[in-house]
T-cell receptor, first 109, second 114 residues
Framework: RKEVEQDPGPFNVPEGATVAFNCTYS??????FFWYRQDCRKEPKLLMS???SGNEDGRFTAQLNRASQYISLLIRDSKLSDSATYLC??????????FGAGTRLAVHP | GAVVSQHPSWVICKSGTSVKIECRSL??????MFWYRQFPKQSLMLMAT?????????EQGVEKDKFLINHASLTLSTLTVTSAHPEDSSFYIC??????????FGSGTQLSVL
């Protein structure tokens, strides 16, 4: 079983749609959780950290369920510029990040 | 914000040659840097943890004699792919932290071995 599992997609959605990505992790001792965004052949960029209480940043909402070892990302009112690969990332040991394979999102006009 | 510079961004080489990739933290000191590799449509895989002044820690399955890591200063780590072969063609990327939970990535190096 992979340490971090994501649905690879792709998710093809029209502009304005709401889309949700899910992720599960296997190490119950994991300390912190993140969503990163990666464009093709570019470095990943931190989108947001994920907390148990849930957190929101504009159109993006992230949620963590430690009991189920499950992380989610919700994107509302999708923009063309949201097209990218979204990486679920888990930090089990100090700054040693474990990346999911990513979920591809394609937003079309 | 903190910046990590990675160089070169793109390299093509012949099979059997060695390629050196540099990773520099420009405005902070990093005792630890990380090297990742990403094959097309796959996740970033941690190759090794580079420790300033000591030997790197390699992940299982990564050949330490193949991927030489040197972290000679607090701002520079290098990854040398020795005797590169076509199967080593990949996207290599480094990351570094100024000591808090924040992690900053280099812009990556696309290596193509002919």
């Amino acid at each position: 079983r992979k340490e971090v599992e994501q649905d690879p997609g792709p998710f093809n959605v029209p502009e304005g749609a709401t889309v949700a990505f899910n992720c599960t992790y296997s190490n119950s001792a994991s300390q912190s959780f993140f969503w990163y965004r990666q464009d093709c052949r570019k470095e990943p960029k931190l989108l947001m950290s994920v907390y148990s209480s849930g957190n929101e940043d504009g159109r993006f909402t992230a949620q963590l369920n430690r009991a189920s070892q499950y992380i989610s990302l919700l994107i509302r009112d999708s923009k063309l510029s949201d097209s990218a690969t979204y990486l679920c990332v888990v930090n089990a040991v100090y700054n040693k990040l474990i990346f999911g394979a990513g979920t591809r999102l394609a937003v079309h006009p | 914000g903190a910046v990590v510079s990675q160089h070169p961004s793109w390299v093509i080489c012949k099979s059997g040659t060695s390629v050196k990739i540099e990773c520099r933290s420009l405005d902070f000191q990093a005792t630890t840097m990380f090297w990742y590799r990403q094959f097309p449509k796959q996740s970033l895989m941690l190759m090794a943890t580079s420790n300033e002044g000591s030997k790197a820690t390699y992940e299982q399955g990564v050949e330490k004699d193949k991927f030489l890591i040197n972290h000679a200063s607090l701002t520079l780590s290098t990854l040398t792919v020795t005797s590169a072969h076509p199967e080593d063609s990949s996207f290599y990327i480094c990351s570094a932290s100024p000591g808090n939970e924040k992690l900053f990535f280099g812009s990556g190096t696309q290596l193509s071995v002919l």
